[in-house]
């Protein structure tokens, strides 16, 4: 497989303590080329930290918009001053484990364009966090999930022992060839903050590409580190949801019936987020 440029991306808004650790990872990681940080609204001696950051290393570059993008129109903005290759698209508050890209290069060899490879996002204990193998989002699923019968994520299943075909994979942690990105219109910007990557899956498998976990990749999680108040994550999240069930409401009925839970919707999510 010819070996390309592989570009990360990260986008920080108010990220905290681990965004270093994380830049540090994807900054001497000997299979990435480049590195865009696009900074959505850091406190001052963030961005100060960031400039100097950038500025001692050649194939880093601090991206300033002067303004919360969302994480979408984020990765959209980097993706644009991306060179030819593949893009490597990370959490903020996430490690990316040596040797995850060449295992997600080679998951993808072969593959059907527009492909994503998403990896394994696991926390301090190794333990494999909800996201990174999902089916695909249904209304049923959504609802069933807020009174605790999870049919949507696959964690608790057996983990494969290679690369698999699976709907969705994480936005924490996910590999797409620039060809393939820009092919899908990149992330959908109506999304503020979540959902965003479950949308993209959707619309790769749909246009005929292929979306695969791949175990052998992974990044180690934090979460929560973000200083954005939880309430506000929870709206944008809400507001995400609603959204994507609209955009792919597919029959008349299906769109009443969006309508009517959309408020449902949204109050279960800023419920949930408040437990």
């Known amino acids: 497989m010819t070996t390309l440029a592989t570009t990360a991306i990260i986008v920080s808004y108010r990220t905290g303590p ?13 299979a990435i080329s480049a590195l865009l940080i696009v ?5 001052d001696i963030e961005v100060a930290w960031l400039r100097t950051f950038a500025g001692k290393l050649d194939h880093v570059t601090l991206i300033e918009p002067g303004r919360n993008l969302g994480f979408g129109a984020g990765v959209n903005l980097a993706a644009k001053q991306a060179p030819d290759g593949d893009l490597l698209i990370i959490n903020p508050d996430a490690v990316l484990k ?44 959504a609802m069933t999930r807020f009174i605790g019968w999870n049919t949507w994520t696959l964690e608790n299943t057996p983990a494969p022992d290679g690369p698999i075909p699976m709907p969705v994979v994480s ?6 060839s620039k060809a393939g990105f820009d092919q899908l219109g990149g992330f959908d910007e ?30 180690l999680h934090y979460g ?7 309430a ?12 994507y069930f609209r955009k792919f409401a597919s029959s008349p009925f299906e769109r009443a019936l969006v309508a009517l839970l959309a408020p449902v919707l949204k109050a279960a999510t800023i419920a949930r987020a408040r437990k």
């Not at 479950?198 to 990749?217: F, L, N, Q, S």
């Not at 506000?232 to 959204?243: F, G, M, Q």
């Open 18 to 30: 681990r965004l270093h650790e994380c830049l540090y990872a994807l900054a001497y990681d000997p």
């Open 39 to 43: 900074d959505n609204g850091n406190p």
């Open 98 to 141: 040596r040797g995850s890209v060449e295992a997600m290069r080679e998951a993808a060899a072969g593959r059907a364009q527009p492909w994503i490879i998403g990896g394994r996002i696991f926390d301090e204990r190794g333990k494999e966090l909800r996201g990174p193998r999902r089916k695909t989002l249904t209304l049923f699923r």
């Open 171 to 176: 936005g924490a942690l996910m590999l797409m």
């Open 190 to 219: 109506d999304y503020f903050l979540h959902v965003e990557d479950v949308d993209i899956c959707r619309r790769a498998t749909e246009a005929g590409g292929a979306v695969i976990y791949c175990p052998h990749a992974g990044a």
């Open 224 to 230: 929560s580190t973000s200083e954005a108040p939880s």
């Open 232 to 243: 506000t994550v929870a709206r944008h999240k809400a507001d995400s949801l609603v959204h």
